[in-house]
C-alpha cells in the first residue's frame, strides 16, 4: 500500500509542476496553458480543420485514444497516424524518422493542429513531424517530460512539460492532461 500511495503521490506532485510555456519560454499556468489550447481547438472545430496526434510505444496508444475521444467527445475532426501497414511502409522504404512526418505532408493542411506526446521530447520521429508542421503551418502542442531542456518542448506553439524522470510518470501524466484538456473542452461548449 505505501508503494501505491508514492506512486500516486508522485504523479500529483509532478502534474502540480507541470511548466506550460508559449513562444518557446514564456510561462503560463497549467490552466491558462489548457485555457489557450482548448482556444485553439475550438477555432480548429469552428473552421472545420484536423487535429494530429502523434507518440511512440505508449503515447502512440495515447495519440490514438485521444483522437477516437476528440472524434466521438468533442465532435471535431482528429486523426493518429499510428496505422501498422502505414508506418511500417514508410518506415521501410523512407527512414523511421519521417513514419509520422510522410503522413503529415500528405494529409496536413494550414490551421491544422499537431499534437506530440514524448516522454523524452526529443525521438527524431517526432522532431521531423514538427519540422514539417512549421513549414505546413501548423499549430502545434507538445507533451513531454525527463530533461528540461528536450527538444520538442522548444518547438510547439503550446509546450506542456512534466518534471518526472521516469517513463510511468511522464506517461500517466501525459495521459491526465490530455484527458483534462478535453474535458475542458466539453465542459466549456456545453
Known amino acids: 500500500m505505501k508503494y501505491f500511495k508514492n506512486y500516486i503521490n508522485q504523479i500529483n506532485t509532478v502534474l502540480n509542476k507541470t511548466i506550460v510555456t508559449i513562444n ?27 487535429m494530429y496526434l502523434i507518440g511512440n510505444g505508449a503515447s502512440a496508444m495515447m495519440a490514438s485514444h485521444m483522437a477516437a475521444d476528440a472524434s466521438k467527445n468533442g465532435q471535431f475532426r ?9 508506418m511500417t511502409a514508410v518506415s521501410n522504404d523512407i527512414a523511421y524518422e ?20 514524448s516522454s523524452s521530447g526529443n525521438s527524431s520521429n517526432i522532431i521531423k513531424a514538427i519540422e514539417v508542421a512549421r513549414k505546413l503551418k501548423l499549430n502545434v502542442i507538445t507533451l513531454s517530460g525527463m530533461k528540461a ?4 518542448r522548444q518547438m510547439g506553439d503550446i509546450n506542456f512539460y512534466v518534471p518526472a524522470k521516469t517513463y ?7 495521459q491526465i492532461l490530455l484527458h483534462c484538456w478535453l474535458d475542458k473542452l466539453m465542459d466549456e461548449c456545453e
Open 168 to 174: 510511468g510518470i511522464v506517461e500517466c501524466s501525459h
Open 24 to 50: 518557446k519560454n514564456k510561462e503560463l499556468t497549467p490552466n491558462k496553458g489548457l485555457k489557450h489550447w482548448c482556444d485553439l481547438t475550438s477555432q480548429l472545430k469552428k473552421k472545420n480543420k484536423t
Open 78 to 86: 482528429s486523426h493518429a497516424f499510428n496505422d501498422p501497414a502505414l
Open 149 to 152: 531542456d528536450n527538444r520538442s
Open 98 to 117: 519521417e513514419c509520422f512526418a510522410v503522413p503529415l505532408q500528405r494529409f496536413a493542411n494550414a490551421g491544422d493542429i499537431l499534437v506530440t506526446i
